[in-house]
């Protein structure tokens, strides 16, 4: 499969721990981003890369939240001290640039915090 | 800042059609995507506009208007299968062509 993939699919923590979830974006691309969705409401942008350069982050995305590409291929999202609110699908997407084309989302890693 | 809007909730029957509109706000548009999202699984990529226009692509289309700041995108001969989610996404030049999404169409199609 060639496809974007995130894991874990599902992740369920406590209050207060750390997580951290990984995405490998399609193997060309260059561009990559990482959402937030929660339920019944559509993604919202938290921040993306331009190969390993981190270049945009959301005020969505607080200082509890660190997302890395050290070698512009796959990424790491990093929350830590998760709180309640921090319950979501997290998406993952990459497309590539300069070529404006779509962007491919994998199936998300689903985090709840009990 | 940007506002996208579109309808909640819609219902129709297996076979006929509807039409999901999609009303937008924004600076540096860079093109309109729809995607549908099945509960629980990833968006996938429907259709793209960046022209003022009719886009075909067999029972799914999307029209454009830049100067309206709208959209929708028409889905013919329904299936039960087409139940979903149905996203409309503004690209725009900021943040490196990220997407803003609507808060989706939940569509429902019934026997």
């Known amino acids: 499969d060639t496809g974007v993939s995130q894991d874990p699919r599902h992740k369920i923590t406590k209050r207060g721990q750390n997580v951290t979830f990984r995405c490998d974006p399609i193997?060309?691309?260059?561009?990559l981003y990482w959402y937030r969705q929660t339920l019944g409401q559509g993604p919202e942008f938290l921040t993306y890369f331009q190969n390993e350069a981190q270049l945009e982050k959301s005020r969505l995305l607080s200082d509890r939240f660190s997302a890395e590409r050290p070698k512009g291929s796959f990424s790491t999202l990093e929350i830590q001290r998760t709180e309640q609110g921090d319950s979501a699908m997290y998406l993952c997407a990459s497309s590539l640039t300069p070529r404006n084309t779509e962007a491919f989302f994998g199936q998300g890693t689903r985090l709840t915090v009990v | 800042g940007q506002n996208i809007d579109q309808p909640t909730e819609m219902t129709a029957t297996e076979g006929a059609i509807v039409q999901i509109n999609c009303t937008y706000q924004t600076s540096g548009f860079n093109g309109l995507f729809w995607y549908q999202q099945h509960a629980g699984e990833a968006p996938t990529f429907l259709s793209y506009?960046?022209?003022?226009g009719l886009e075909e692509k067999g029972r799914f289309s999307s029209f454009l208007s830049r100067s309206k700041g709208y959209s929708y995108l028409l889905l013919k001969e329904l299936q039960m299968k087409d139940s979903a989610s149905y996203l409309c996404a503004v690209r725009t030049l900021d943040a490196g062509n990220m997407l803003t999404f609507g808060g989706g169409t939940r569509l429902m199609v019934k026997p």
């Open positions: 193997s060309e691309h260059n561009r």
């Open positions: 506009n960046v022209l003022d």
